[in-house]
Nanobody, 121 residues
Framework: QVQLVESGGGLVQPGGSLRLSCATS????????MAWYRQVPGKQRESVAT???????NYAESVRGRFTISRDNAKNTMYLQMNSLKPEDTAVYYC???????????????WGQGTRVTVSS
């Protein structure tokens, strides 16, 4: 059973920083693209940043220059360093990963349970 578990969320003042982690566990043969999404009540879940196996990253315009996505392929773990946080960054942040559990299985999309980030003074 594959699991993605986020950690690192919390309450931070505007201008502050947080580092989110996404740890994977279970039977993982290969891990492809990983991503961070976020969602606020009443709105659709939106992509924040994605990172390919080789490290190529893409960011939403709203976070570019403030957030940095990274991954440790040896540990199958992903991170999101969030700096200069703004109140509009307040959301539940979700880890997403596309992975195969066996060499012959199709790639499957997995989600974590989310970690809440609140930016407020």
């Amino acid at each position: 059973q594959v699991q993605l578990v986020e950690s690192g969320g919390g309450l931070v003042q505007p201008g502050g920083s947080l580092r989110l982690s996404c740890a994977t566990s279970g039977n993982i043969f290969s891990l492809a693209v990983m991503a961070w999404y976020r969602q606020v009540p009443g709105k659709q879940r939106e992509s924040v940043a994605t990172i390919a196996t080789g490290g190529t990253a893409n960011y939403a315009e709203s976070v570019r220059g403030r957030f940095t996505i990274s991954r440790d392929n040896a540990k199958n773990t992903m991170y999101l360093q969030m700096n200069s946080l703004k109140p509009e960054d307040t959301a539940v942040y979700y880890c997403n990963a596309v992975l195969r559990t066996t060499p012959w299985s199709p790639p499957i999309n997995y989600w974590g349970q989310g970690t809440r980030v609140t930016v407020s003074s």
